[in-house]
Every structure is written in C-alpha cells, then in structure tokens.
Nanobody
C-alpha cells in the first residue's frame, strides 16, 4: 500500500485548501483513512477520518465545522477540504490507513494506523 498526500501550500487566514490522499495497492474503500497533522515541536494530532462505509466520519474538535473529509472511490482518493483556515492549522499533514477493523473509539489514535504517506505542508499566515 502506498499513500500520496498532496495539496498543501501557503494560504492566508480565512482561506481554503483541499488536501488529497491517493491510495494505491487496494481500493480505498478497503480502509479507514485518517488525516493527522504535526506542528513544529508538537506531537502528531488527529484531524479527521472516514470509515470503510464512506459515510462515517470523525473530526477533532478543533476542526469541526471547518474541515470536511470525503472519498472518491473512482479516483481511490480521500480529500480533506479545509475552510476558514487559522494560523494554528499550520502543520505538516499526513494521511494514513488502517487495514484492520479499528473501533470508533480508537480512530483518533495514530498507533492503530498501518500505513502512512509522506506529509504535505500547510502554512496559514495571519
């Protein structure tokens, strides 16, 4: 399994970006896919996830109402639409997949994800 994250960049506060995570090797619907982020000198933190069914989604409190995770099975890609960006959203964003059957309560825990892509930098200027 290989994951390719893209779509990061520099944006002003209040702006938007859409990140993409393209999965190769198996259909993306085989996985729970999560987005995590890591800011300088901080631990990696959960952002959002979407389960195999393509409908069950989860968000960190800090991004609820601003970020939306979605999936395109035809493109084998998961998206993270980020609106109303804030300087505190600045981080390297990573996508990851769980190929087991992670329970809902463990979805925010990065330990349970099996494969990770390289990150994409998101910088939000004030």
């Amino acid at each position: 399994v290989q994951l390719q994250a893209s779509g990061g960049g520099l944006v002003q506060a209040g702006g938007s970006l859409r990140l993409s995570c393209t999965v190769s090797g198996r259909p993306v619907r085989s996985y729970t896919v999560g987005w995590f982020r890591q800011a300088p000198e901080k631990e990696r933190a959960f952002v959002a996830a979407i389960r195999r069914d393509g409908y069950s989604t989860y968000y960190a409190d800090s991004v609820k109402g601003r970020f939306t995770i979605s999936r395109d099975n035809a493109k084998n890609t998961v998206y993270l639409q980020m609106n109303s960006l804030k300087p505190e959203d600045t981080a390297v964003y990573y996508c990851a997949v769980d190929e087991g059957r992670i329970i809902a309560g463990l979805i925010p825990n990065s330990y349970y994800y099996d494969y990770w892509g390289r990150g994409t930098q998101v910088t939000v200027s004030s």
